[in-house]
């Protein structure tokens, strides 16, 4: 069986509050991409993780690794020994912010409810794997908040192209957290707008984790500059924590020149274009 693993872009991120058990409360808007990780599982004899893939060497094979820990939750919820070989091919850099990992935990879960033939674990188990793993669960673009446990539909419904940029540098989400001046934000502002005029809404909002991993890693501001310079790009962002960051285009050809055009003067960033999931 073989699962899609697909990129994950916070839009816009807003980080509105802080609950006293130390998790984060966000109001995000998350679109799913068509360029991702890929997944295959078989049946073995006991429970094997094997990755290959551009980044597979940075793929850690252990308990630590979230698609253990999927597959770990999912035989404990079903009382099921989890004898199954799970094959990684991980296409996007790892601690980037476009939730790789979280995406791999999702597709695992998905993976294995269709191959045991049984249900997903609750959203609250889910979440304790990663406040992203319930959102990448989804398709298209959603909003996001609390954290992570509630997935509504959004009316942004843009169908352009996005350039993806990393440039090769993993961030700590909970050290950018600690960078923030302030937790408390306003939510994402939804109105009329969004479907009007989708760009000229989201450039009213923010990721309020943007300023906080530029001063922690700058290269990432390098990042933003050379997207921002390309032609007819409609707006450039980070996603989620960095160091990944977006550039948006409606024109294809505009979109492929872009890439091209980062790739030739920084050969050692990650480059990839991709358009919504259906």
Known sequence: MKIFAPAKVNLALHVTGQRIDGYHE?????VLLDCGDDIQIASHAGFKLTADGPFGAMVPLDGSNLIAKAA???AQYHAKSPDVHIHLTKNLPPSSGIGGGSSDAAATL???ARFWDCDLPSLADMTRLGADVPVCLQRGTVRMRGIGQQIDPLAWEWRGWYVLVNPGVGVSTPDVFRHLPNKSNPPLSVSEQITTDPIGWLRHQRNDLQPAAVQMAPVIQDVLDALSHQDDVELVRMSGSGATCFALFSDHDACHRAAGNVQRH?????????????
């Open 26 to 30: 966000l109001d995000s808007a998350v």
């Open 72 to 74: 770990d939750l999912m």
């Open 110 to 112: 998905a993976g294995l």
């Open 266 to 278: 920084h050969p050692d960033w990650w480059v990839s274009t991709a358009r919504a999931c259906n």
